[in-house]
């Protein structure tokens, strides 16, 4: 279905993750993030790389479970469990309906608020397009938490939307993103709304300080695999 949520001039009312947003969001993720089918080819062949039969490769913010289901298919191995974890009902009613309809059974998905779930034995933890979503204060323990659930050598994949410390190449790298969300059908208010309904609710930290976060955690090892202006994508593994 297509995304046509902000076609009209609204009051500026907070993004939310609801049925609405829900059942355009293929549309929305392939019309609004750059490469979006790319990362998550990168991300499954990366998490495939790392994972061990016997332990759990969580997908926080797992959405409508793209990425799990992506994985699913792209690992050899099925002792492996695959645990998607989203705090929009509608989001993860809709996974659950996907999921009935295919052949996963390495899959699962729980509807919970990753700040507060527990996680154990894990060889992969991805967080894509999610982390953003955090209010700041959150996003240290949230990634101690990772690395603590995370065993030896497991690897963390972090995908996010960044802002650049100098304000004359984050306008320009802005600038860029929108004529990338115009060149695939966005008009300039849907562009402008999404950008005020965003405004408190997706805070972009720096590439830099998306690395001091992660090296705080305890990772000593991380590279960034994948930059498109403001996206960027790291890989973290635990030694
Ligand atoms: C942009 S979407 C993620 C897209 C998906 N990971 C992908 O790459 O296709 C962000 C998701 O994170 C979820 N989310 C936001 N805050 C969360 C939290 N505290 N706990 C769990 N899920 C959260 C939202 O409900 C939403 O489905």
């Not at 991805?126 to 497991?154: C, D, H």
């Not at 650049?164 to 990338?180: A, E, G, R, W």
Request: proline share 3%; with cysteine.
């Amino acid at each position: 279905m297509k995304d046509t949520i902000f076609q009209k001039v609204q009051t500026p009312a907070n993004f939310e993750f609801n049925q609405s947003v829900a059942d355009v969001f293929d549309d929305m993720l392939d019309r609004s993030v750059p490469f979006y089918q790319q990362v998550q080819k990168q991300l499954c062949e990366l998490a495939a790389l790392y994972a061990k039969p016997g332990t759990n490769i969580y997908d926080l913010g797992s959405s409508l479970g793209s990425t799990c289901f992506r994985l699913s298919d792209h690992l050899q191995n099925p002792e492996v469990r695959i645990v998607g974890i989203d705090n929009s009902e509608s989001m993860v009613k809709k996974a659950h309906s996907r999921l009935s309809e295919r052949n996963a059974r390495n899959v699962s998905f729980r509807c919970a608020d990753m700040t507060e779930v527990e996680f154990e034995n894990a060889s992969v933890v991805i967080v894509s397009l999610t982390l953003q979503f955090l209010r700041p204060a959150k996003r240290v323990r949230m990634l101690e938490k990772i690395y603590e659930a995370l065993n030896p050598g497991g690897a963390l994949l972090l995908f996010e939307k960044v802002i650049c410390p100098d304000s004359s190449l984050n306008q320009i790298f802005i600038k860029n993103y929108y004529h990338f969300k115009e060149a695939n059908g966005y008009s300039q208010t849907e562009i402008a709304e999404k950008r005020k309904a965003l405004e408190n609710v997706l805070i972009p930290y720096s590439y830099e300080e998306n690395c001091e976060l992660v090296s705080n955690a305890g990772f000593s090892i991380f590279e960034c695999f994948f930059r498109w202006y403001n996206f960027m994508c790291l890989l973290a593994i635990k030694k």
